[in-house]
């Protein structure tokens, strides 16, 4: 069935070339109207797992606390920073911040309430509420009580006295969140139960309506990041001014990903072209290689389009990656073009055309799908870019074989016949080319080469055992850009860069003498809250009265955590965190335990209760409504430093988790651990999962094909373990170097497998042709290096070298996923060259008739 699909290809192909070329043109002008809605998604969100409970879990918190995006712009003056120069400047930057639209409010050390510069008592604060503008403030006092006050303590003020930081607080998008959640509880119940019509076509909408959202909530973060770096630039000259944020990041992605579009392509594209010159000498087998590249892009690039498939900064190297793997099919089909060619002076040029096409059709089909095969892999990964880099490269390589063998047959139908020729590269007029090389020196050595193929597998088991996938998220960027510098400043003089939360409910534990704590509170004698002797009547003015309450005081001054026995007990938790040298700054309500106990002396409830009444709106703001949410949920939120040395996400959750349940005897159901260390935490322990997963499901499959193809299970082993090797060396080389798996490093090993084994499908192919001519299979060997040999030699350079290119990047991981997995590739040409030959000599696994 398969030839008579390639005889029918053949015979459109070959009668009608222009039609065919016409065709792929219109369908091309079609692809080129959707370029207008190409997109880049480089949000938190796609860089998260798929159906994490945690993210759903993250957003539900954010949206109860209010806890909403922000971006952090660190300011050092030339200058004291405590001066009046300064100062004034530091008012000038932040009024002008606050005028971008977005930003909600902004903290700094110019606007936050003083409570400790002098020391005055809570009634005092609450009348008369001073901050570092008030006239007569004494600002030695005041820079005192930033360093040293558990308020703002490694906050707002770095430990030299001179940084600070402006917090621009950005509103929460409960929209965005509700739209999220609506979504993923219709897909949810999509994947578990199912959906009715009505539903199905509710998500469709939903899904839609929330995609044009986040478009267009992306395009105002990204042009608030964009006027908050214009406002900035004007101070630059006076103070030394960084940005960082989420947001920020996000922007800044979006750049890198758009650049390393752009440089990756033209790069890629110059490289082939060069090579192709350097091989092929022919300007035909530069123009239409080209050609079939390109189109391939164009046409994927319109179809990612249409369809609104956002790039994330891992399916973008889909570009750079479609041009080299394309032209290895090209480069294919030319070398067995001009093998036809000088073998047979007599043939008319559709002949040669006809019969390359038909001798490259199924082994180019099975090397395409094998890589497609590694490619679709990835899908299983649970993390949306890899997901989706796995669906581009699929969906692209079979544009590619499809573009091959259309464009580069029809092209050449409207050619003359070229004209024989010994010219390639590696090969003289009158010598061997130089694979040939090899299978002599295989044929004198094979034995010790057997030794170092078991020397290598031995070292790589050795070093995937040491693999890890631990890393820091600044070491992601090169340390001369924003974001490394803004992260360095933030995370090393004001408390951290990422967020993790606990959320404790006030049924946690079974230490709490919670009972106790209500029935005590219950009684008329101590129970300040008791109508008869409310020391806080509201009936009196509120003029004169400090301690009126306020509207948003219902659900702490009837929350547990807001109890003396509460508070001692955050108190320990807070202590506890603050020991431990990842955790930057700690925030929780035993701040405002601590700062109350300093001001009053030690408290019991009444005295809280007093404290609570007494707190004005910006204290109360500050202390108490970001940490309490209704009568029994409290959060202590922490910044953990990313840059400290050995930094281990899981064992210091791990590590926190012990301590709340041994220690302090909470109930593990009744706590849990969120934010942003948590839902990245959660995308790196699934990598080891995902490598494993992705790496068996590419065996199988491939394993799957060989049979087929081979209609051999001994053949298919003996072209599976050059691949194998490869991607266990390229494994075990990156855990001896200490080289950690990322998104990017995940996909490398189920790569090489998938290309890798391009190079084994097609010397098999080429071998048994060959050794069914004399049954010699040493003679065999030779004769196949001489031929197919060169073609994975060329093809094989041009991924390696391809590969290279992205060192480009401005991001790391590009960087070490281009140089990994050209390595990988290198293993990998050298196993199909040295190891694949030797192995077939060992089993001799193709019948041959006597000769």
């Known amino acids: 069935m398969i030839y008579r699909f390639i005889e029918s290809w053949l015979f459109v192909v070959t009668r009608f070339p222009k039609l065919v070329l016409l065709t792929l043109a219109v369908l091309a002008i079609a692809a080129a109207l959707g370029f207008p809605r ?9 860089l998260t797992l798929e159906n994490d409970q945690d993210l759903n879990y993250f957003r539900e918190k954010v949206k109860n606390y209010s806890s909403g995006d922000f971006l952090i712009v660190t300011f050092t003056p030339k200058e004291d920073l405590f001066s009046d120069a300064s100062l004034k400047l530091l008012r000038e930057l932040q009024d002008d911040l606050a005028e971008i639209e977005g930003v909600s409010s902004i903290n700094s050390i110019l606007n936050v309430p003083l409570l400790f510069s002098p020391k005055r008592s809570l009634r005092e604060i609450a009348k008369e509420p001073r901050t570092l503008e008030t006239p007569g403030i004494d600002r030695n006092l005041a820079k005192t009580e930033f360093l040293e006050s558990p308020i703002y303590r490694e906050m707002i003020l770095g430990p030299d006295g001179q940084t600070t930081a402006l917090q621009l607080n950005l509103a929460v998008d409960k929209h965005y969140i509700d739209l999220v959640q609506k979504r993923d509880a219709l897909r949810a119940k999509r994947d578990q139960e199912g959906l009715s019509d009505a539903e199905k076509d509710e998500l469709e909408e939903v899904a839609r309506v929330f995609l044009e959202y986040r478009t267009a909530s992306e395009a105002r973060a990204h042009d608030r990041v964009e006027k908050v770096r214009e406002v900035v630039a004007r101070y630059k000259d006076r103070a030394q001014i960084f940005v960082g944020g989420v947001t920020m990041i996000t922007a800044d992605m979006i750049t890198f990903i758009k650049k390393d579009l752009v440089i990756f392509g033209s790069a890629a594209a110059l490289f082939i072209a060069l090579v192709l010159a350097i091989i092929f000498r022919s300007l035909r087998f530069v123009a239409i290689p080209m050609v079939v590249c390109i189109a391939t892009i164009w046409f994927m690039i319109g179809l990612v389009s249409w369809l609104d498939w956002r790039l994330t900064v891992i399916s973008s190297n889909f570009v750079a990656l479609l041009l080299i793997l394309t032209m290895s099919i090209a480069i294919h089909l030319a070398v067995r073009y001009r093998e036809f060619v000088d073998k047979n002076p007599d043939w008319t040029q559709k002949d040669v055309v006809a019969e390359t096409i038909r001798f490259m059709a ?7 799908l094998t890589t497609m095969v590694a490619f679709m892999s990835l899908v299983v990964s649970g993390i949306r870019p890899v997901i989706d880099f796995g669906w581009m490269m699929t969906i692209g390589l079979g544009f590619g074989l499809a573009l091959s063998f259309l464009i580069l047959p029809a092209a050449l139908m409207l050619m003359p016949r070229e004209k024989a020729r010994l010219h390639v590269l590696g090969k003289k007029a009158e010598g061997k080319p130089l694979t040939a090389y090899c299978s002599k020196w295989i044929e004198k050595h094979g034995t010790a080469l057997i030794a170092i193929s078991l020397l290598l597998l031995a070292l790589g088991v050795g070093g995937v055992t040491r693999l890890q996938v631990e890393n820091r998220f600044i070491d992601y960027f090169h340390e001369d ?19 993790l939360d606990i959320i404790i409910n ?9 009972d106790d704590e209500i029935d005590a509170s219950n009684s008329d004698e101590e129970d300040p809250f008791a109508e008869a002797e409310d020391p806080f009547d509201t009936s009196s003015s509120e003029e004169d009265d400090p301690f009126a309450d306020s509207a948003d005081s219902d659900n702490s001054k009837s929350s547990y955590w807001m109890t003396v026995a509460g508070l001692q007990e955050i108190e320990r938790i807070h202590d506890y965190l603050e020991t431990l040298p990842e955790i930057g700054k700690v925030q929780s309500l035993a701040t405002l335990y601590k700062v109350g106990k300093e001001i009053n002396g030690s408290l019991n409830n009444f005295e809280l209760a007093v404290m609570q009444q007494a707190l004005s709106d910006e204290v109360r703001q500050a202390l108490v409504d970001p940490y309490i949410y209704g009568a029994e949920e409290t959060r202590i939120t922490m910044r953990v430093k990313d840059s400290y040395p050995g930094l ?10 012990q301590h709340l349940s041994s220690e302090l005897h909470l109930n593990p159901e009744h706590y849990q651990f969120t934010g942003l260390l948590v839902l990245y935490n959660n995308m790196l322990q699934s990598l080891f999962n995902s490598q494993i997963v992705t790496i068996g499901a590419v065996f199988l499959c491939i394993m799957g094909m060989f049979v087929v193809l081979f209609r051999s299970v001994l053949v298919s082993i003996v072209a599976i373990l050059p691949n194998a090797l490869a991607a266990i060396v390229i494994l075990g080389g990156m855990g001896l170097a200490g080289i950690p798996l990322d998104m990017m490093t995940i996909t490398i090993a189920a790569i090489t497998v998938g290309i890798g084994v391009d190079d084994c499908i097609h010397y098999i192919h080429r071998f048994k042709k060959e050794v069914a001519v004399d049954g010699d299979y040493v003679a065999a060997m030779h004769r196949s290096h001489a031929s197919i040999g060169r073609a994975m030699f060329y093809t094989s350079v041009i991924i390696i070298f391809g590969f290279s290119i992205m060192v480009l990047s401005q991001f790391i991981p590009t960087i070490y996923f281009g140089i990994l997995t050209g390595f990988a590739m290198l293993v990998a040409l050298l196993g199909a060259l040295f190891l694949l030959p030797k192995l077939i000599l060992m089993v001799k696994p193709f019948k041959v008739a006597a000769v």
């Open 648 to 657: 281990k996400r899981a064992e210091l959750v791990e590590r926190l988790r």
């Open 481 to 499: 850009t924003e974001i490394y510098q803004g992260l360095s400043v933030i995370d090393q003089k004001l408390g951290g860069t990422t967020s």
């Open 38 to 46: 190409f997109k880049i998604d480089a949000s938190a969100d796609s």
């Open 506 to 514: 006030a049924r946690a534990t079974n230490a709490f003498t919670l």
């Open 362 to 368: 199924v082994p180019c089909l099975y090397t395409t």
